[in-house]
């Protein structure tokens, strides 16, 4: 039960990240397709901002269901992602804003790696509950994805000061390989149940 | 239970799109009626987008109720409904900001337009789940009100370049054919229920 | 279950509706006790419409759990309450911004009054749904609070433009007798289940 | 189920407080590393009430476990304390608009006392429907942690218009003496219910 409560805080908290994110959308000052034109960067930003929110909303969703016991470790490494991915408002509005100057491209880089490293340590510690020869460690150990993706924020901080193009490109190829749920907790979860039930 | 939390989180983002609306309803400079009277333009493209959004909650609902089986699919359509209401706040303070200049209320119709692709969208892969012969595709099969409000989104685009006042009476108009529940749902499941209770 | 659903989605805006006002509280220019001073108007238009919204939020909860079966009309006139209720961070930032002008003060005392209606006509929805001879609706029927407080609301916005402290003596007077929740309907569904306990 | 709403409720506004203060992060001038450092003191006070509104929807999470029954008192001494944590985004701007000025400082100090008081009567409250020789009350009756802190609260008031790097030190000392969760609850009522067990 206090799972569930962490979770629905932390859908709460995303919720409205997710959703703030809009207010940067400011009015623009004409009334014309041109003047909408002008908001292209911001509303970019705020395109690729949503689609990682929401893979952080969908794997934290499968992440803490393999929680066995919450301990404070675990609750503050939590509030550690919720609080690294608050950020990322903040650096989506400034990209948005300077339309892609390095240093706020680059920064919004570093909010993805730090909001990646949360989430990577949160994931540590959850796994140090189960069993090391366990199904989801098996499944969750060798963690490919979530190294890769650490690597691939690293590239587009430091392109962001020749080419914030390629440091976009990251950003979206990042997204792409997040796009599909974590599948293996899942089937790892399965896996268990099964020998479990064989067990029995 | 996975439904139950996508479900949750969108009432989340809902909540917040509705509320942050009114945000725009910035305090004027006066303090007589007056001052308030010039807010009359903002004031509606509000009391529209709140209406137009609690019609989305309440058929939403009815639709996740439909769901079989959450896949990563339906997830994402989910995610491209939220997105693409998301942008309501905005196209609502542009066209009242602007007291309905043309471009902004085209652009309102655009993203009513968007949203409903969305939701039509969504319709369709979760309708895909049941048997083409199931009480629900046969009831929601001939989506006529969606495809006639995708329709009457097409009209108002156009004719904000003449009267933006047909737009409105449009916008309105497709408020009022969406007013009703979609009852379509609520009586294909019931049907089903009583169909599958009538075999045992 | 709809009725949990339509109840955490309420909850949900108010939570947001109740949160907003404080970014009202704008971060004064100086940085000393005088700055912050001249907030105090400001922050007693807060402080009066944080009661109001809690006790919607109470007597909301109380009345909700009189709803038998949810329909079209509870819905929408749901809707409708929590549209008004949505109006009261802006009257509220408005009647301080101006230090409680009369004009502000009284569209403070209109939001209030079309509040009230809003939550007067939902109920009599509600009541509609029970037998005549119910004890809730025998509770219910001469719903007195109510209706002294459309009157109690009436009065602000007259003396609005005589003197806005008289006003605001209103306010805070309805707010106390509002203050205590709701017991009548508690009494009646409690001695509703006692009759039929009885009967069987 | 009465607590349980309270509780959800209670949820969305902190969520709401949590998120809406890196709204003060407003995107800087520049668009280099130096106009990032210049919001290095608003980062700092986000960063802070960060923690500190985590630790309370922690510690208020195990408090609401304790409660037996619902009553007007609680319910709104619970609201008192939302409405003190309310005031945390606004003093925390201000702090960090102002790179901490002395007055802001010992506002920001005066607002965190403001919920500690609250936060301490609503705690007498819960307590008072337990038995003075229960195990919750013999574990939460000597509060040295919070009475400690609202002392701890008082001195960098003080300190504020001398250095309020001190002040800031000490904010961030009860922060730290609050980090860890409140295990005397979750012990007290483990305990109690051994021994209603022990009883059986």
Redo the contacts between chains.
């Keep these: 039960m206090?799972v569930h409560?962490m979770?629905?805080?932390s859908?709460?908290?995303?919720?409205?990240?997710?959703?703030?994110m809009?207010?940067?959308?400011k009015?623009?000052e004409g009334?014309?397709?041109k003047?909408?034109a002008e908001l292209a960067p911001k509303f970019f930003s705020y395109?690729v901002s949503?689609?990682y929110i929401?893979i952080y909303?969908?794997n934290h969703?499968h992440l803490l269901h393999t929680v066995h016991k919450l301990n404070?470790k675990i609750?503050?490494l939590n509030?550690l992602l919720?609080?690294s991915l608050?950020?990322i408002?903040?650096s989506t509005?400034?990209m948005g804003?300077?339309s892609f100057?390095?240093?706020?491209t680059a920064?919004y880089g570093v909010t993805l790696l730090f909001a990646a490293i949360a989430y990577s340590l949160l994931q540590k510690a959850i796994l140090n509950q189960h069993a090391p020869d366990s199904a989801v460690v098996k499944a969750m150990g060798k963690d490919l994805k979530g190294t890769l993706s650490i690597l691939f924020y690293l590239i587009p901080i430091g392109t962001a000061y020749f080419s914030t193009l390629v440091s976009c490109f990251f950003f979206v190829l990042v997204a792409i390989i997040w796009?599909?749920?974590d599948r293996r907790i899942e089937r790892a979860l399965k896996n268990e149940s099964e020998i479990s039930l064989a067990k029995d």
Tied chains: 1, 2, 3, 4.
Excluded: C, Q, Y
Aim: aromatic letters at 16%; proline letters at 9%; charged letters at 15%.
């Design positions: 206090k409560r979770e629905a805080f859908d709460g908290i995303l919720a409205i990240i997710i959703t703030i809009v207010l940067e959308l009015v623009p009334h014309d397709w003047a909408l395109a949503f689609v929401g909303w969908n969703h404070g609750m503050w509030a919720m609080f608050s950020l408002p903040f509005a400034w804003e300077t100057s390095p240093t706020p920064l796009f599909v749920p």
